[in-house]
């Protein structure tokens, strides 16, 4: 969890009191940079949406039609590449975040 950031670190204790269900996973959505490279800020309206985030926390896993489990394809402290619209938004602690199936999930990104 070495690229958590400090409020992300918080809204991971906060979610902990959410366990996800079957083969859902929570995650927290990555906010854009506010600065580019050079320390210029940036307006909002020159922002681009970020479709990254990081797994916070995940269900056990979904059944088989011959009743076994199916693991999960990702872990907390992950990060993902998410689809631009879908997954359901969650408020825990004044941090929004988003349930997603693990087959609703594009990727993983590696450092």
């Known amino acids: 969890l ?6 992300a670190t918080i809204a991971a204790m906060a979610a902990r009191r959410l366990i996800p269900l079957l083969d ?5 959505r990555i906010v854009p940079a506010a600065k580019s490279a050079g320390g210029v800020l940036l307006p909002e309206s020159a922002a681009q949406k970020v479709n990254e985030g990081v797994v916070l926390a995940v269900g056990p896993g979904r059944r088989n039609p011959q009743g076994e489990l199916v ?8 990060k993902v590449l ?7 938004m969650v408020k825990l ?6 349930l997603y199936r693990d ?9």
């Open 2 to 7: 070495a690229f958590l950031s400090a409020a």
């Open 24 to 28: 859902r996973v929570l995650v927290e």
């Open 71 to 78: 693991p999960m394809a990702v872990k907390e402290g992950d």
């Open 82 to 88: 998410l689809p631009e619209y879908g997954g359901n």
């Open 93 to 98: 602690t004044d941090k929004e975040m988003f």
């Open 103 to 111: 087959e609703e999930l594009l990727g993983l990104l590696k450092e």
